[in-house]
């Protein structure tokens, strides 16, 4: 069954980086493009980035220029590499697959940025 194992959150302070895991099965990885959402107390999830299999990647404007989000499909596996974090980027991480999501959210993982 499809499944996403996202790791790697934490608390950091502003200005700090974390490096955010996801690992998919139960899909044909490399023909699905992943993306990366967040979801903030009392908002909206939302698309932060994401990428195709052969690596085109696009970001929402609020990350543009401090996150990178990557790919190996050989390990299945994508990847968020977050810079400058600021207190709103404070939420709960999650992959999937992009434009339409799978039904079956992972865990999702818990970023922190504090000022």
């Known amino acids: 069954q499809v499944q996403f194992v996202e790791s790697g959150g934490g608390l950091v302070q502003a200005g700090g980086s974390l490096r955010l895991s996801c690992v998919a099965s139960?899909?044909?990885?490399?023909?699905?493009?992943i993306g990366w959402y967040r979801q903030a107390p009392g908002k909206q999830r939302e698309l932060v980035a994401r990428?195709?299999?052969?690596?085109?990647?696009a970001y929402a404007d609020s990350v543009k220029g401090r996150f990178t989000i990557s790919r190996d499909n050989g390990r299945k596996t994508v990847y968020l590499q977050m810079n400058s974090l600021q207190p709103d980027d404070t939420a709960v991480y999650y992959c999937n697959t992009w434009p339409a999501p799978k039904l079956t959210w992972g865990q999702g993982t818990q970023v922190t940025s504090s000022s």
């Open positions: 139960g899909i044909t990885f490399t023909f699905n493009v």
């Open positions: 990428i195709t299999g052969g690596g085109t990647t």
